[in-house]
Nanobody, 127 residues
Framework: QVQLVESGGGLVQAGGSLRLSCVTS????????MGWFRQAPGKEREFVAA????????YYADFLKGRFTISRDNAKNTVYLQMNTLKPEDTANYYC????????????????????WGQGTQATVSS
């Protein structure tokens, strides 16, 4: 079992930045595919970004248009989501997810393929 703990959410004005972190409990973090998803009130959970085990490949939702960056530090068992130029529509609960399943390309955006989930961290962007 892998436990995921997110942090870094908060209240920020539009145009500002937040950096989310997700720390895992496993010592096999370097074998995990990691993703960030978000869910706004009244909306379905949606894919934000994902990263391959070694960090060489990153995947992003089209709507981000380069505003967010996912990265990982395998020595710290941590994945990050740097969020810049935030907009009110980015307000959501952000979830970290992990899987050991081999994922190819577009698979990374499919939430049902992730086996482990954190409790989420709330990011609120005011206008």
């Amino acid at each position: 079992q892998v436990q995921l703990v997110e942090s870094g959410g908060g209240l920020v004005q539009a145009g500002g930045s937040l950096r989310l972190s997700c720390v895992t409990s496993t010592n096999t973090f370097s074998s995990l595919r990691m993703g960030w998803f978000r869910q706004a009130p009244g909306k379905e959970r949606e894919f934000v970004a994902a990263i391959s085990p070694g960090g060489r490949s990153q995947y992003y939702a089209d709507f981000l248009k380069g505003r967010f960056t996912i990265s990982r530090d395998n020595a710290k068992n941590t994945v990050y989501l740097q969020m810049n130029t935030l907009k009110p529509e980015d307000t959501a609960n952000y979830y970290c997810a992990a899987t050991r399943t081999l994922l190819l390309g577009s698979d990374y955006s499919t939430s049902r393929l992730y086996d482990y989930w954190g409790q989420g961290t709330q990011a609120t962007v005011s206008s």
